[in-house]
């Protein structure tokens, strides 16, 4: 599961750039990695293993199983200068989404289009449970925020 969410990640990257100017990958227990978008970050996914590939540097490996996070981040240095971005992980449960603003919107949607669900994000948290789902692909909006997601 984790690897089709870092996929979708890295799908929605054009439209985390216009907020974003950094890609952190947070393992567990340990120092979160930025790759700033200047530097052309390239994922790959082989063998259970995220590789960073970046303009100038070594690759950089990392175990899927022990990412905790994997966001967009801005590292301008300017503080307040836009809303906080969305995280997003998913574990045995289902997808969860974080930071979302206070009272956003979200809906869940089928691969049809069909509307599953549209309810307000309290605390600006959303989550796709795999108990209400089931398995499939969902197509989850959140206010401008739009993803693909695989249960």
Same mark, same amino acid.
């Given at each position: 599961?984790?690897?089709? @969410?870092?996929?979708?990640?890295? %799908? ?7 907020? &974003? =100017? #950094?890609?952190? +990958? ?48 801005? @590292?301008?240095?300017?503080?307040? %200068? ?7 992980? &998913? =574990? #045995?449960?289902? +997808? ?56």
């Amino acid at each position: 599961m984790k690897k089709i @969410l870092l996929l979708t990640l890295l %799908a929605l990257g054009a439209l985390a750039a216009s907020a &974003a =100017d #950094a890609l952190r +990958v947070k393992p567990a227990g340990g120092e979160p990695a930025h790759f700033h978008f200047d530097s052309m970050p390239e994922l790959s996914f082989v063998g259970g293993k995220l590789h960073v590939k970046t303009s100038g540097a070594q690759p950089v490996e990392f175990d899927l199983e022990n990412i905790e996070a994997l966001d967009f981040v801005d @590292l301008s240095g300017i503080e307040g %200068a836009g809303a906080p971005g969305l995280h997003v992980y &998913a =574990d #045995a449960d289902g +997808v969860h989404f974080r930071g979302a603003a206070e009272g956003a919107m979200a809906a869940v949607y089928s691969i049809s289009g069909q509307l599953l669900k549209a309810a307000a994000c309290p605390a600006g948290e959303f989550d796709l449970s795999r108990a209400e789902y089931g398995r499939g692909i969902y197509i989850v909006k959140i206010d401008a925020f739009t993803t693909k997601v695989a249960l």
